[in-house]
């Protein structure tokens, strides 16, 4: 079959031309879609007719079936280039590009998504051509990965443990020469980072659809095992123990109880961030939030802090930004004690700055270095660890005293809202959520000391021949 299509760009006539169809109606067929495609374009517009003849004469170049015209005049309609063939690599560059008003680490997230896992495995396929099968097979290839990262890192384990038992300098030379040649240890890609990876191509795919370059999103329908969100447990007696037995956390998230935040708090009293530790403890910002608090935000007579700003770590360097979330922008309200203790805490800075003379450096920040700079995130994620191991408590992380707060505000009887507003979280089932467990546990505590308010002479049990019903 053939068909005349508009000229080139040089006025040369073009011809549309395919063989090898089995039945005479197959042809007709081919040539009324090739048709059916010029038509899309008006005679008095030469433009359009030239990208769509481009568009035929590149599918008989490349050998490739005709596209649909629902589909060329949806492009037309766009007014995008036919015959480009963008592959899912080429538009994730571009869309992250635009993407101007991300957060620093909102784009950083995105962009480690798409170098370390989009690009290298679906980058190559074409945008307007990704299927869910490509999809699947991504995640299946992830999790291939994360078993052989497993099984590497577990090889590199035995070989440390056993170089701790081989005798001899030459035979200990050549056991770190074999572990040197090791892979090194590495993370696995997680549930929760898989979700984002998805996430973050479904969002990228959403707005080729915007531009009309494709009409499906795949993304939207893999289907992933849904992340575990960790459960926040309360340090009992019984997981401390089985702690030290094992040296396992139970939870990702432990809460300490009251009796262990007060034995901290002892211990941390005169430290120079004695100020921010208590404000952690007990109104539970966010890091960013805490070591990013100024005195300008410092309501010292209605005893409140406005939580306008955030210290943010991006890689090791320290940024400033907004609130995680448009919650997150609030007005804290503060006890007498809290007030008093950031009261305390700028005579003291006041002190410290004319100690250290002219170079100290005026931030307006309310827990800074000794010379008035800004705290580092990390380094106070690090110096908190420290101290904990110090004060010989189990250990929790820093983000756990922001559990710490909930738990004692919702123990004390406040409204879930309330502490919900106070945390920053956008809603109370969030909250509700989150520290369920840990109520459940105190309240267990709670009822066996109000039993044992009770003095008994003697204890009544089953005994041998009694029977319970």
């Given at each position: 079959?053939?068909?005349?299509?508009?000229?080139?760009?040089?006025?040369?006539?073009?011809?549309?031309?395919r063989?090898?169809?089995?039945?005479?109606?197959?042809?007709?067929?081919?040539?009324d879609?090739?048709?059916?495609?010029?038509?899309?374009?008006?005679e008095?517009?030469?433009?359009?007719?030239?990208?769509?003849?481009?568009?035929?004469?590149?599918?008989?170049?490349e050998?490739?079936?005709?596209?649909?015209?629902?589909?060329?005049?949806?492009?037309?309609?766009?007014?995008?280039?036919?015959?480009?063939?963008?592959?899912?690599?080429?538009?994730?560059?571009?869309?992250?590009?635009?993407?101007?008003?991300?957060r620093?680490?909102?784009?950083?997230?995105y962009?480690?998504?798409?170098?370390c896992?989009?690009?290298?495995r679906?980058?190559?396929?074409?945008?307007?051509?990704?299927?869910?099968?490509?999809?699947d097979?991504?995640f299946?290839?992830?999790?291939?990965?994360?078993?052989?990262?497993l099984?590497?890192?577990?090889?590199?384990r035995q070989?440390?443990?056993?170089?701790k038992?081989?005798?001899?300098?030459?035979?200990?030379?050549?056991?770190r020469?074999?572990?040197?040649?090791?892979?090194?240890?590495?993370?696995?890609?997680?549930?929760?980072?898989?979700?984002?990876?998805?996430?973050?191509?479904?969002?990228?795919?959403?707005?080729?659809?915007?531009?009309?370059?494709i009409?499906?999103?795949?993304a939207?329908?893999?289907?992933?095992?849904?992340?575990?969100k960790?459960?926040?447990?309360?340090?009992t007696a019984a997981?401390?123990?089985?702690?030290?037995?094992?040296?396992?956390?139970?939870?990702?998230?432990?809460v300490?109880?009251p009796?262990?935040?007060?034995?901290?708090?002892?211990?941390?009293?005169?430290?120079?961030?004695?100020?921010?530790?208590?404000?952690?403890?007990?109104?539970?910002?966010?890091r960013?939030?805490?070591?990013?608090?100024?005195?300008?935000?410092?309501?010292r007579?209605?005893?409140s802090?406005?939580?306008?700003t955030?210290?943010v770590?991006?890689?090791?360097?320290?940024?400033?930004g907004?609130?995680k979330?448009?919650?997150?922008?609030?007005?804290?309200?503060?006890?007498?004690?809290?007030?008093?203790?950031?009261?305390?805490?700028?005579?003291?800075?006041?002190?410290?700055?004319?100690r250290?003379?002219?170079?100290?450096a005026d931030?307006?920040?309310?827990?800074?270095?000794?010379?008035?700079?800004w705290l580092?995130?990390?380094?106070?994620?690090?110096?908190?660890?420290?101290?904990?191991?110090?004060?010989g408590?189990?250990?929790?992380?820093?983000?756990?005293?922001?559990?710490?707060?909930?738990?004692?505000?919702?123990v004390?009887?406040?409204?879930?809202?309330?502490?919900?507003?106070?945390?920053?979280?956008s809603?109370t089932?969030?909250?509700?959520?989150?520290?369920?467990?840990?109520?459940?546990?105190?309240?267990?505590?709670a009822a066996e000391?109000?039993?044992?308010?009770?003095?008994?002479?003697?204890?009544?049990?089953?005994?041998?021949g009694?029977?319970?019903?």
């Amino acid at each position: 079959m053939r068909q005349e299509v508009h000229p080139d760009a040089d006025g040369k006539r073009r011809q549309f031309r395919r063989t090898g169809f089995e039945t005479s109606k197959e042809a007709q067929k081919e040539l009324d879609r090739v048709r059916a495609l010029l038509a899309l374009a008006d005679e008095d517009d030469p433009d359009a007719l030239s990208r769509v003849s481009d568009l035929i004469m590149l599918c008989q170049k490349e050998r490739s079936p005709l596209p649909t015209p629902e589909d060329t005049a949806r492009l037309l309609r766009a007014r995008v280039k036919l015959t480009s063939r963008i592959t899912v690599g080429e538009w994730l560059d571009f869309w992250l590009k635009g993407k101007k008003k991300l957060r620093p680490t909102g784009s950083t997230r995105y962009d480690v998504d798409i170098r370390c896992h989009l690009k290298p495995r679906i980058g190559h396929q074409r945008l307007d051509r990704l299927t869910i099968e490509h999809l699947d097979e991504m995640f299946e290839g992830i999790d291939a990965t994360n078993a052989e990262i497993l099984e590497q890192n577990a090889q590199r384990r035995q070989a440390l443990a056993d170089l701790k038992r081989i005798e001899g300098r030459a035979a200990r030379r050549t056991a770190r020469e074999a572990i040197a040649a090791m892979p090194p240890f590495r993370r696995v890609t997680g549930l929760s980072s898989q979700h984002h990876i998805k996430a973050t191509l479904r969002v990228a795919l959403n707005a080729a659809i915007t531009r009309q370059l494709i009409t499906f999103n795949p993304a939207q329908h893999v289907e992933l095992t849904t992340a575990p969100k960790p459960k926040a447990l309360v340090w009992t007696a019984a997981r401390i123990a089985e702690w030290k037995r094992t040296g396992k956390r139970p939870s990702p998230v432990m809460v300490w109880t009251p009796d262990q935040a007060g034995a901290f708090l002892d211990h941390v009293a005169d430290h120079r961030l004695y100020a921010l530790w208590h404000l952690f403890c007990f109104r539970g910002p966010r890091r960013g939030e805490g070591v990013g608090a100024r005195w300008v935000d410092f309501d010292r007579d209605n005893r409140s802090l406005s939580v306008e700003t955030q210290l943010v770590q991006l890689g090791w360097s320290v940024l400033e930004g907004e609130p995680k979330t448009a919650s997150g922008v609030r007005i804290v309200a503060l006890d007498l004690d809290t007030t008093s203790v950031l009261v305390h805490h700028e005579k003291l800075q006041k002190a410290e700055r004319l100690r250290f003379g002219p170079g100290w450096a005026d931030t307006g920040r309310m827990f800074v270095e000794e010379d008035g700079t800004w705290l580092h995130p990390g380094k106070v994620s690090d110096l908190f660890g420290r101290l904990v191991e110090e004060a010989g408590l189990p250990p929790v992380r820093l983000h756990d005293l922001r559990h710490l707060a909930a738990t004692l505000a919702l123990v004390a009887g406040i409204d879930p809202k309330v502490v919900s507003e106070m945390l920053g979280h956008s809603d109370t089932a969030i909250t509700r959520d989150i520290y369920q467990t840990v109520l459940d546990d105190i309240a267990r505590e709670a009822a066996e000391a109000v039993v044992k308010l009770v003095p008994r002479r003697k204890a009544v049990y089953p005994r041998p021949g009694i029977v319970v019903a």
